[in-house]
Antibody
């Protein structure tokens, strides 16, 4: 079955960088677009970034543009989110999610999430 | 960005009774292809969200037929008939018509 396992979260100071990963299995990873979605503690869901199946297209919410980079390694079935210039307001559980199709935007499968805490 | 507004904020339901959640968008979610780009998700306590419906009324795999999704344009409804204890959690609608995808604030469903 589809498995998405995030890793790499932790505590980081404001202004520093962190890269989180999502290891995929149980489906042909290179055939699906992928997303990152975050959830601040006790809050709702917020879409963060999208990458097409082949990595040729990316998109971001405005608040992370220029700071976050989504990428993927289809040879390793892994999705990444490089987060630079982190802010306190980036503190959240970050979920990776598989697109239902090529680029429908619907999130058919989710990982368990990794917590990123930005604090001095 | 398209703003998604859900109501009510919370709902307490007696097992076996029905529940209804409303989701309104600030712009029409109707695409030129005839589909409404509206999803429903459920986040059970301590778990990741799970897809319930896509394109407003298409049930995702494994979702019981007690759940139904309806609506078009800017007004959408998720209905749960015969609520069960396992249905507790926070329900979110999400529009996927435009980037960024945006979620409603969530509706918490509890059992009386």
């Amino acid at each position: 079955q589809v498995q998405l396992v995030e890793s790499g979260g932790g505590v980081v100071q404001p202004g520093r960088s962190l890269r989180i990963s999502c290891a995929a299995s149980g489906f042909p990873f290179s055939g699906y677009a992928m997303h990152w979605v975050r959830q601040a503690p006790g809050k709702g869901l917020e879409w963060v970034a999208f990458i097409s199946f082949d990595g040729s297209n990316q998109d971001y919410r405005d608040s992370v543009k220029g700071r976050f980079t989504i990428s993927r390694d289809n040879s390793q079935d892994t999705l990444y989110l490089q987060m630079n210039s982190l802010r306190v307001e980036d503190t959240a559980v970050y979920f990776c999610a598989r697109d239902r199709t090529g680029s429908s935007g619907s999130l058919s499968d989710w990982g368990q999430g990794t917590l990123v805490t930005v604090s001095s | 960005d398209i703003v998604m507004t859900q109501s009510p904020l919370s709902l307490a339901v007696t097992p076996g009774e029905s529940a209804s959640i409303s989701c309104r968008s600030s712009q029409s979610l109707l695409h030129s292809n005839g589909y409404n780009y509206l999803d429903w998700y459920l986040q059970k306590p301590g778990q990741s969200p799970q897809l319930l419906f896509y394109l407003a009324s298409n049930r995702a795999s494994g979702v019981p037929d007690r759940f139904s999704g309806s609506g078009a344009g800017t007004d959408f409804t998720l209905k749960i008939s015969r609520v069960e204890a396992e249905d507790v959690g926070v329900y979110y609608c999400m529009q996927t018509l435009q980037t960024p995808g945006t979620f409603g604030g969530g509706t918490k469903v509890e059992i009386k």
